[in-house]
């Protein structure tokens, strides 16, 4: 799967700062596949020229 740069930074605090190193990762991954996911979600909802009306 293709990686997307990132322009987003999440800080964690308290207890979740000691599972940072995992929670960085797993929301990586959820991004992933959020922008792999998200063209053909919005294809399909809006049609193939993305809801555009002319």
């Known amino acids: ?4 740069p990132s322009n987003t930074r999440i800080e ?5 700062r000691l599972a940072s190193p995992f ?3 797993e929301f990586e ?3 992933n596949e959020v922008a792999h996911r998200m063209p053909q979600a ?11 009306t002319g």
């Open 1 to 4: 799967m293709e990686r997307w």
């Open 29 to 31: 991954h959820l991004g």
């Open 12 to 16: 964690f605090h308290g207890l979740a």
């Open 42 to 52: 919005v294809n399909r909802h809006f049609g193939s020229d993305g809801g555009s």
């Open 23 to 25: 929670l960085r990762q």
